[in-house]
Structure formats: structure tokens, C-alpha cells
């Protein structure tokens, strides 16, 4: 009997080249993966003609070539041939001219149980799998698909699965930044009907009940005259002062930073943001500007809004939604850009609330527990992911 290593771009090509190559009566002994390939170790019978091996070297069980006499006798040396090539079979390929020769190996040394071996490295491959499979079936970008794949590390249950998730997003994402309630101006911007104003007022109102500070919003844009009477009725409600401003130089003249305490809370047009937050920052440089984003946001307009600045934390609105955060996973990963507190609800009575990495974490594996077997690892109900996800 011949042991051989035989690599392919996957695990079903390689199978179907070994059935090709060897028949139905080759065993497999072990699977790994390798620098992007699946490596295959598996056993035949050396009197069956195979085609020239490309991508791996031979190994041999036994230079000697005999011929067995009684068909018991051949069941006995094939067993205990296996035997000695599972004992010999390395647990990870560093060169694909790596030859092993398990001559070495007595028959004295002691053998694990190949089938529970092979039952495990299955379980193995098919629940990291699956996760691809599920990832994939899911409306996010690639960057997040190979971030979460990349936590991953060839786990043997689903369990281990979502807690190695839990521990890459934990270990590898910025912490969450407290707002300076000291600042003396507080820049909110985002995409139209983000709900910017909302956390605006939000903001102002617990900062005037929480000092003796004056605290007023200035609504800044081009076109703040569209939401004036709203504004206005929902800050009065709240005894909040606000302005509306359309030009840098109206902004200018209401911050009379020099001569007073008060607060505000520039409620930002993301249009103006290029040229605003940059004309603050020459009047006031302790400014704080965040990003307002709901959790359930399109991630190619996230893109756009996080690299028009460097934001000193990104605001959630729209946490109450039972839908993965990604636009948080994504401006935490690829933008580090730090969590702070978010809004649950889109009453301006609402309090709100300190986000965590920890609250993500436990978001998105919640969403991969429901949809990965804990048996087979197989995606569940594939129809209703998209109504899960985030577009």
C-alpha cells in the first residue's frame, strides 16, 4: 500500500481527482489546508496505475514489494500500514516538497483512533465552511466577509466558532471614546434622515439638565430652512435655543466662544462638512465631530461619509432594529473610527445609551448562531437572510 499527498484548488476537485486517479477503493486519510490549497493524504493499493503527481511528493509505507498469499493476511498488513501513515502524517505542510518517511515509527508507539481524528477535521471544515457560505450569502462588503473569516481558526464547534468571532472583534477593534461633555462645540453630521437633529437635540437637552451652562443647536446647511418649523417646535418643547445658518460667516458671528460658556451643538449638513468642520476647527480646535449613522446603514454611502474626515467617534441612531450593526463593524475595522453612544429610539424623551464593541459582537454572533447548525454547520433558512441583514 502507497500513501501519497495530493493538493488541489479544493476539497471536491480533489476528490474527484483521486476517485479519477486511484478508483473508489482509495482512503483519504487526511485533509489540512496550506497556503490557500487543500492538502490531501491519502492510501491506495500500489498495484493501481496513477497518473504523475504534480503537485505533491510520493510517500512510502515499505520499500519492500511482497505479495500477499491470503486475503486476511493482506486485511491485517493494509491496517496496520494505515496505522503507521496517520501516526506519520504531519499537522501542517511547510513545503510542498516535504517528504515523510514513517519507517521511523515502531509498531510499539501508540495510535489515536483514526476514525474520531478524521471526524473532527471534517467537523472542522465543514462549520469554518459554512461560515463562508453564509457570509457570502450576505449583503455586505468583501472587506467584512474576510475580516470575520480571518478570526476564525479551524474551530471543531459551532460554539468555539462564535467565541472565536467574539474574541477577533473584541481584541482587534477600538475602544469605545467618551464624549467631552467639556467641549464648548459639538459637530453631528451625517446623510439625510440619519437622524442627526434627533441626537442634536437628545445631546443638548441632557447636557442643560446636566449643567448651568447654556446649550443651544445651530442648524448649519444650504438647506436648513426645509426642517426650520420642525426644528424649532421640537426644541422649544425641549427649551433648547436654535439658530439656522446658511454661510460660514453667519456661523462665525454665533460663536461667541471667548466671551461666554455656552454649548453648542452644530447640527451639520454632510454637503458642507469639507468646508465647515475645517472653518470651526480654525475658531475652536477642541471641537468634537462625529459621524451620525444608523446601524442599518448602505455601507457605500458609510464609505463616503467616513473618509470625509477624521471623526472623533461615529453615533448610531436606530439601535432598537434587530439588524446586525455591519455599518458599525465596518467603520470600527476599516476606518477606526471609535464607537460612543447611540439612540434607541427615535423619541427626543429617549435617553441614550453607551455603545460597545461587546454589544456588536454579541449583535452579529447572535445572527451567526441562528443560522449555522450546531450539528452540521449548514446555513439555515437561506431565504430569510437578507431580511436579517443589512443592504
Known amino acids: 500500500m ?3 499527498m495530493i493538493k488541489s484548488n479544493s476539497l471536491t476537485n480533489g476528490i474527484k481527482d483521486i476517485i479519477d486517479r486511484f478508483g473508489p477503493s482509495a482512503l483519504i486519510l487526511r485533509n489540512i489546508e496550506a497556503d490557500g490549497q487543500e492538502v490531501l493524504f491519502i492510501a491506495h493499493e500500489e498495484n493501481i ?5 504534480k503537485l505533491g511528493k510520493e510517500i512510502f509505507i515499505s520499500k519492500e514489494k511482497k505479495s500477499l498469499n491470503n486475503t486476511s493476511k493482506a486485511s491485517r498488513e493494509v491496517l496496520e500500514s494505515v496505522k503507521l501513515a496517520l501516526k506519520s502524517l504531519p499537522d501542517s505542510v511547510n513545503s510542498p516538497d516535504e517528504i515523510i518517511n514513517n519507517e521511523s515509527h ?4 501508540g495510535y489515536a483512533n483514526p476514525g474520531t481524528r478524521l471526524t473532527n477535521i471534517h467537523q472542522q471544515n465543514v462549520i469554518e465552511k ?3 457560505r453564509l457570509l457570502e450569502d450576505t449583503p455586505i462588503s468583501r472587506h467584512l466577509k474576510n475580516l470575520l473569516s480571518s478570526y476564525t481558526n479551524r474551530p471543531s464547534t459551532k460554539s468555539e466558532l462564535l467565541s472565536q468571532i467574539e474574541l477577533g472583534i473584541i481584541n482587534n477593534l477600538p475602544d469605545t471614546k467618551e464624549i467631552k461633555l467639556d467641549s464648548q462645540v459639538h459637530v453631528l453630521t451625517g446623510g439625510y434622515g440619519v437622524g442627526k437633529t434627533s441626537i442634536a437635540l437628545k445631546i443638548a437637552s441632557q447636557l442643560r439638565s446636566a449643567c448651568k ?3 443651544s443647536i445651530i442648524s448649519f446647511g444650504k438647506n436648513v430652512s426645509t426642517n426650520e418649523a420642525k426644528l424649532r417646535m421640537l426644541s422649544d418643547s425641549l427649551d433648547v435655543p436654535c439658530s439656522f445658518v446658511k454661510s460660514l460667516s453667519e456661523l ?3 460663536l461667541y466662544l471667548k466671551q461666554s460658556k455656552n454649548i453648542y451643538i452644530i447640527d451639520l449638513e454632510v454637503d458642507c462638512a469639507p468646508e465647515a468642520i475645517p472653518f470651526i476647527r480654525g475658531i475652536y480646535n477642541k471641537v468634537q465631530v462625529h459621524l451620525v449613522t444608523p446601524a442599518d446603514a448602505s455601507l457605500p454611502s458609510l464609505w463616503a461619509n467616513c473618509e470625509l474626515d477624521k471623526w472623533e467617534s461615529i453615533i448610531l441612531t436606530r439601535l432598537d432594529s434587530p439588524l446586525v450593526p455591519w455599518a458599525a463593524i465596518e467603520a470600527l475595522s476599516k476606518f477606526k473610527i471609535s464607537l460612543s453612544i447611540g439612540s434607541t429610539s427615535s423619541e427626543i424623551t429617549s435617553n441614550l445609551v453607551k455603545v460597545t464593541k461587546e454589544n456588536i459582537s454579541r449583535r452579529l454572533t447572535g445572527y451567526i448562531d441562528d443560522y449555522i447548525s450546531p450539528l452540521t454547520g449548514e446555513p439555515l433558512n437561506k431565504e430569510s437572510l437578507k431580511v436579517r441583514a443589512i443592504h
Open 2 to 4: 502507497k500513501v501519497e
Open 49 to 53: 496505475k496513477s497518473s504523475p503527481i
Open 106 to 109: 515502531t509498531q510499539s508507539e
Open 130 to 132: 459554512d461560515l463562508h
Open 213 to 215: 451652562d447654556n446649550v
Open 252 to 254: 462665525e458671528k454665533l
